[in-house]
């Protein structure tokens, strides 16, 4: 039996995270992990692998249609799948391999196997039974389906079979129109495959600003993507190696088909505490199968917290590494803070879509005056010379303070000028403090300072 200070379940990034910081902190530590590979569903199954895919099928994208207009000539390359497996897989070596080195440089513990927790104070693992004074949960999720689909991982397949199929699909049907479904749709629809996406709600991205959600799917519409919107998936049957969806529009409940190669669930995830024993311990869950916590992270089971995906909010890898920090220093006696207004979301397909703080549809229900900034990237030099003039900057502020509430990108490198506008909302600046920065030219970011110019007296080059 060993003791420690604290020991993580699960090797995520919340939950690696928070182990090297508890080890930063001067504790002793252990991560329970049971894949033979630290990272969790991040790194080996998830946000990872697919940007690696985004990026190759990207640059096929611009081989084939830009290349020409620039003076490179010749044949656009042929897609090599096993190579561009392989690629994807030495990409997930290269960053789980960084975490387990990470773990050996700040002492921390991998334990490896399965967790469960008999009782407040024990982490059980295989037949040795561990000490600590502090637990944290910190799981994971699972890809959720629908009642009448069964996944099998070949032919009906969540994010992790669509990031390892055998070969590119003609026809890729995809469920669910969220950031999942929509990455690894344009992932196949740029190898070749006709991709038609079938989503229950009437719009694409649930939650996203609506303007920006419309320019999105014309974007992708324009790109070969196909979009059935407001059905009702009734079930997927498989027959050979070809899948049926059968869905019901919910205008009029009419019945339809169609058929694929390989049908992509994704429809989201749920929190994955399979094996925990948490029932037998009385951990209060909620109605969604989240763990029920407190603002420091903990549980109603004195010494047990949880974090990431096993709790309320969204399932983001980098809202998990902040409230696994936060928890790792909240059990070292400081207090920490995460600001959740002030997370933003990104979707890795081209153009990038981002977001952070309030949409106009979040403002006009809650009643406030707010004024509007927006700037296209037809506008900025650096993104005509870059083949990427499409979408805009939108930056949503307060009307009488000017204080920023919100911004929405979708264009060029929208997931890393994003964090320009959230490093202000940090501080509680106000639009005319990012329009008064000085920008170096010629850039994307640019746009984001024309955007804000544009809460004021209007954008300069628009």
Same mark, same amino acid.
């Given at each position: 039996?060993?003791?420690?200070d604290?020991?993580?379940i ?12 508890c ?12 894949r033979e590979?630290?990272?969790?569903t ?5 946000c ?6 985004? /990026?190759?099928?990207?640059m096929?994208?611009e081989?084939?249609?830009?290349f ?6 010749g044949?656009?390359?042929?897609v ?10 030495e990409t997930i070596? @290269?960053?789980?391999g960084?975490?387990? +080195?990470? +773990?050996?440089? !700040?002492?921390?513990?991998w ?14 693992v295989?037949?040795?039974v ?5 637990i ?42 969220g ?10 629809s740029?190898?070749?495959? %006709?991709?038609?996406?079938? *989503?229950f ?12 959600a ?23 049957a498989?027959k050979?190696?070809k ?20 049908v ?9 505490t ?9 951990i %209060? ?14 549980t !109603?089971i004195a010494?047990i ?18 409230e ?9 006696? @400081?207090?920490?803070?995460? !600001?959740y ?6 979707i ?9 703080? *309030?949409? *106009?549809?979040?403002?006009?229900? @809650? ?43 979708i ?14 909302? %940090? ?11 000085? /920008?170096? /030219?010629?850039?994307?970011? *640019?746009?984001?300072?024309?955007a804000a ?5 209007g954008?300069?080059?628009?």
């Amino acid at each position: 039996m060993s003791s420690y200070d604290v020991i993580v379940i699960g090797a995520g990034p919340g939950g690696y995270v928070c182990a090297i910081r508890c080890a930063q902190l001067g504790m002793k530590v252990a991560c329970v992990e049971g894949r033979e590979t630290l990272g969790g569903t991040c790194l080996n199954v998830g946000c990872i692998p697919s940007k690696a895919m985004l /990026h190759a099928t990207h640059m096929l994208h611009e081989a084939e249609h830009n290349f020409a207009t620039m003076g490179l000539k010749g044949k656009a390359p042929s897609v090599d799948w096993k190579q561009m497996l392989s690629y994807k897989e030495e990409t997930i070596a @290269q960053n789980t391999g960084g975490i387990e +080195f990470l +773990f050996k440089k !700040n002492k921390v513990d991998w334990i490896k196997g399965w967790a469960s927790i008999p009782e407040a104070g024990k982490v059980q693992v295989g037949d040795d039974v561990h000490d600590a004074k502090h637990i944290v949960i910190a799981s994971g999720s699972e890809a959720s389906s629908l009642p009448g689909v069964e996944v099998d991982e070949k032919t009906v397949v969540t994010s992790t079979g669509a990031l390892a199929l055998n070969k590119i699909p003609k026809k890729l049907i995809v469920i669910g129109a969220g950031v999942i479904g929509l990455e690894l749709g344009s992932v196949y629809s740029r190898l070749g495959a %006709e991709v038609e996406v079938i *989503e229950f709600l009437d719009a694409i991205t649930p939650g996203m600003d609506a303007e920006i959600a419309r320019q999105f799917q014309r974007m992708l519409t324009k790109q070969g993507l196909k979009f059935t919107l407001g059905a009702a998936v009734q079930g997927v049957a498989v027959k050979g190696n070809k899948a049926t969806v059968t869905y019901k529009l919910r205008k009029d409940d009419s019945e339809h088909q169609m058929t694929a190669d390989t049908v992509l669930v994704a429809t989201g995830r749920k929190p994955y505490t399979d094996g925990l024993g948490l029932d037998a311990l009385g951990i %209060e869950m909620s109605e969604r199968g989240q763990i029920k916590t407190d603002s420091k992270y903990a549980t !109603n089971i004195a010494g047990i917290y949880a974090i990431g995906d096993t709790i309320a909010g969204p399932m983001l890898a980098h809202k998990a590494e902040d409230e696994g920090m936060a928890v790792a220093e909240g059990i070292a006696g @400081q207090h920490p803070h995460v !600001n959740y207004g002030v997370i933003p979301g990104v979707i890795y397909t081209h153009p990038e879509v981002a977001n952070v703080g *309030e949409t *106009e549809e979040t403002l006009k229900e @809650q009643g406030r005056a707010y004024k509007v900034g927006k700037f296209p990237f037809m506008g900025n030099a650096r993104a005509k010379a870059n083949f990427a003039g499409e979408g805009f900057v939108k930056i949503l502020a307060d009307k009488e303070t000017d204080r920023i509430l919100g911004a929405h990108i979708i264009g060029p490198m929208a997931g890393d000028l994003i964090h320009e506008i959230c490093v202000a909302m %940090e501080f509680g600046a106000a639009a005319e403090d990012l329009a008064r920065t000085c /920008h170096a /030219h010629p850039t994307y970011s *640019e746009a984001v300072r024309e955007a804000a110019l544009a809460c004021g007296d209007g954008a300069i080059h628009a």
